[in-house]
């Protein structure tokens, strides 16, 4: 079985640049999320979906990062225009049933993003 | 501020011999899960918790979850340079945050040969 896929799986920018993240979760999973890990620190939830619906963005910078899952599979998570203090890995997890305490969440291997 | 507090931060031991790793908060979890990242990976889970008391044993590893389900500690024993990486604990509160997992910062795990 494939696994979650991201890419790209590293991109540097400069501040004030726009960057796009891809990420394709294990097929069959409803549920997606991306994460934000900074050096150091354990990854943080930036948003939820469930099928191509919004379930949790309380911790998304919305006035410059956005993200979409049409049609309910593959997600863009997306930053405009992005900080120094953006850069960080990007994880994206998938899982099938985030009602079960049991719930297994299925990480991808992450894009290190770098902004200079 | 964190929710989940792991300590120690760092740890660098000599092949065989134990350690323990801690997680804890002043939250209620319904249940937590820990993971090792090695770099240029995603987290990877090893065991998922859901009882107060409950303990788990994974070869090596033995997972314990707190009576009143606001701690946690991974201990490893006669540790293996393969055991190297990032071990994080990540408590879910179910409820109206189904699915949300709040991370700890981690540990770094160093087994030397």
């Known amino acids: 079985e494939a696994g979650v896929a991201q890419s790209p799986r590293y991109k540097i920018i400069e501040k004030r640049q726009s960057v796009a993240f891809w990420c394709n979760p294990i097929s069959g999973h409803a549920t997606l999320y991306w994460y934000q890990q900074i050096l150091g620190q354990g990854p943080k939830l930036l948003i939820q979906f469930q099928n191509n619906g919004v379930v949790d963005d309380s911790q998304l910078p919305k006035d410059r990062f956005s993200a979409e899952r049409l049609k309910g599979v593959d997600s863009t998570l997306k930053i405009q225009p992005a900080k120094l203090e953006d850069s960080a890995v990007y994880l994206c997890?998938?899982?099938?049933?985030?009602?079960?305490?049991?719930?297994?969440?299925?990480f991808g291997p992450g894009t290190r993003l770098t902004v200079l | 501020t964190q929710l989940l507090e792991q300590s120690p931060q760092f740890l660098s031991i000599q092949e065989g011999e134990n350690l323990t790793v801690y997680c804890n908060s002043s939250s209620v979890f319904s249940s937590l899960q820990w993971y090792r990242q090695e770099p240029g990976e995603g987290p990877v889970l090893l065991v998922t918790?859901?009882?107060?008391?409950e303990v788990k044993k994974l070869k090596r590893l033995t997972f314990q979850f707190g009576d009143a389900r606001k701690d946690s500690s991974l201990h490893i024993t006669a540790a293996q340079p393969g055991d190297t990486g990032l071990y994080l604990c990540a408590g879910a509160k179910g409820g109206s945050t189904l699915g949300r997992l709040y991370f700890g910062r981690g540990t770094q795990l160093t087994v030397w040969p």
């Open positions: 997890a998938s899982s099938l049933a985030p009602g079960l305490r049991t719930d297994t969440q299925y």
């Open positions: 918790v859901v009882t107060g008391g």
